[in-house]
């Protein structure tokens, strides 16, 4: 049996929706262009490293720099004892962030709601956010640490780093709270109003209409909070749990040299710059998800 080709008929939309030999030649162009600035910035960084490399390793005091900053059998030594420092630091950030996420969005809905019964809580919650948004997270570090176990109190912590999240706590929830805030404030009054109309009452409208859009629309500021969180959690070295930072300092003090601090350094930035790459990728596909709402 001999097998014929049939033609298969096009469609007038097939034709509309292929593009045009304009169209390919001008995203050709594009493509060209992107690797060409791809290639010119990777070579102007390359140089500029290559310089400043060059105008340090050529300054008169290199060598001790290198010896005191840069010594490798020093930072190998003291890296153990800065990982298990490290791992302080992670857990103290970990127990935070939950207790920032809960106090700052509690923080926000009191702050947003209009019940007149709730008038001292919205005061109470304006008067928290301006004093701990003023005053600075060190110092906040010292007069938990030092104040509140001299108040002698019953049940009152006595660990230093349980002192120090609390610090942390109470710094951070206010920032976060005035995020909680934002986001709850950029949802437009119609879905509140659409969510009305089909039944959902005030309780129901912020549980499964106001919130989860407020959250969507502030998580990539949460992260840039949480990524300088993680940061101040070697602020807690003031107090004497053996963190990184404290690690690093008892061993410089030790040896008379400052690599350790280098080798502390590097350990935050190694979950720093993750996590600041991924709150870029969340604020660029925040930005191209507005374009798409607003080009519609």
């Keep these: 049996m001999e097998l014929t080709k049939t033609a298969v008929p096009t469609s007038p939309d097939d034709d509309a929706h292929r593009p045009s030999d304009h169209e390919l030649e001008r995203?050709?162009?594009?493509r060209s262009r992107r690797r060409r600035h791809t290639w010119?910035?990777?070579?102007?960084?390359?140089?500029?490293?290559v310089a400043v490399g060059a105008a340090a390793v050529s300054s008169p005091g290199w060598e001790r720099v290198d010896s005191l900053f840069l010594d490798g059998a020093e930072l190998r030594a003291a890296f153990p004892e800065l990982l298990r420092g490290f791992w302080l630091n992670i857990q103290m950030f970990l127990v935070a962030e939950v207790l920032i996420l809960v106090l700052g969005l509690l923080i926000a809905l009191v702050r947003v709601t209009r019940a007149p019964g709730l008038q001292p809580l919205r005061l109470a919650a304006t008067v928290y956010v301006d004093v701990f948004r003023g005053v600075p997270t060190l110092l906040l570090v010292f007069l938990v640490g030092f104040g509140l176990p001299a108040l002698q109190l019953q049940g009152t912590p006595t660990q230093p780093w349980v002192l120090g999240v609390i610090a942390l706590v109470l710094s951070y929830a206010a920032y976060v709270g005035e995020v909680f805030q934002a986001g709850l404030n950029s949802v437009h009054p119609a879905q509140r109003n659409a969510a009305r109309a089909l039944g959902l009452n005030q309780r129901q409208t912020l549980r499964h209409v106001v919130l989860p859009q407020a959250?969507?629309?502030v998580v990539p500021p949460l992260l840039n909070d949480f990524i300088a969180l993680q940061k101040d959690t070697a602020l807690v070295a003031v107090l004497g749990p053996l963190e990184a930072l404290r690690a690093a300092q008892i061993k410089a003090d030790y040896d008379f040299n400052y690599?350790?601090?280098l080798g502390a350094a590097l350990l935050f930035i190694a979950v720093?710059?993750?996590l600041t790459r991924f709150a870029d990728r969340l604020q660029r596909r925040a930005a191209q998800r507005t374009w798409a709402e607003t080009g519609r």
Excluded: D, G, K, W
Excluded at 27 to 30: A, G, H, I, L
């Design 27 to 30: 995203r050709r162009f594009r």
């Design 272 to 274: 720093t710059i993750p």
């Design 215 to 217: 959250v969507r629309n």
């Design 259 to 261: 690599t350790p601090y």
């Design 40 to 49: 010119i910035s990777a070579l102007c960084t390359v140089l500029a490293l």
